[in-house]
């Protein structure tokens, strides 16, 4: 089964609109971490938020909040009045605490979900 | 400017031909990663290191190998190169384990093709 799940391979929107972006993810360590990252076509993967499984509080940066819903294992980015610069492929990631440390830092990404921002 | 700095960008080599991919960090990191990424499959890892000399393998191993003979550098070894490996590689960075929030910094990718 897969870790992280985004179903929208593709999304068009208009400037200045609100966009969520869906994020599932399948863990049963009680301790993770939840990722975003944009890849503009430079090729470039930036990281643009985090969420900790123990947060209690969405986290939010700038024009980025991720909706937490713990829950329905559900961590949506939300990004506010979008802007032309913000077409580019977006990727949900997790690490998962018991992997941690020594062996297994990597963090388990989803296929992405590619948005772009129509004037 | 921390970053970590891939060797080239694009790369275009023949079926059975050694490739050497190389990434360069300058964050002192111990953990050092190699990516594979592909239209609708997202991120895939390939090898982790997490120390020089010590290597681990990820998701998918099959037809690469890689050397950390030095701290700040990892590289990605196509033994022969073929066609399947066509795609775009990604390196990445991160201080060793514990904390969950610790972000891996990305290179700027190579993306590879196989003729």
């Known amino acids: 089964a897969q870790k992280i799940t985004q179903t929208q391979p593709g999304m068009f929107v208009q400037e200045k609109e609100a966009v969520t972006l869906d994020c599932t993810y399948d863990t049963s360590d009680p301790s993770y971490g939840l990722f975003w990252y944009k890849q503009p076509s430079s090729g470039e993967m930036i990281f643009l938020i985090y969420?900790?499984?123990?947060?209690?509080q969405n986290a939010t940066e700038g024009r980025y909040s991720l909706n937490f819903q713990k829950a329905r294992k559900s961590a949506n980015l939300v990004i506010s009045a979008s802007q032309l610069g913000d077409s580019a492929m977006y990727f949900c990631?997790?690490?998962?605490?018991?992997?941690?440390?020594?062996?297994?830092?990597?963090?388990?990404f989803g296929k992405g979900t590619h948005l772009i921002i129509q004037p | 400017d921390v970053k970590v700095t891939q060797s080239s960008r694009y790369l275009v080599k023949r079926t059975g031909e050694k490739v050497f991919l190389e990434c360069v960090q300058d964050m002192d990191h111990e953990n050092m990663f190699w990516y594979r990424q592909d239209p609708g499959l997202g991120l895939r890892l390939i090898y982790f290191?997490?120390?020089?000399?010590?290597?681990e393998k990820g998701d998918i191993p099959e037809g690469y190998s890689v050397s950390r003979e030095k701290k700040e550098r990892f590289s990605l070894i196509l033994e022969s190169a073929s066609t399947n490996q066509t795609s775009m590689y990604l390196c990445?960075?991160?201080?060793?384990?514990?904390?969950?929030?610790?972000?891996?910094?990305f290179g700027s990718g190579t993306q590879l093709s196989v003729l």
């Open positions: 969420q900790g499984s123990y947060d209690q």
């Open positions: 990445a960075s991160s201080k060793l384990g514990g904390a969950t929030n610790e972000k891996l910094f």
């Open positions: 990631a997790m690490r998962e605490a018991m992997y941690s440390g020594g062996g297994a830092d990597g963090l388990t």
């Open positions: 290191s997490y120390d020089v000399k010590m290597k």
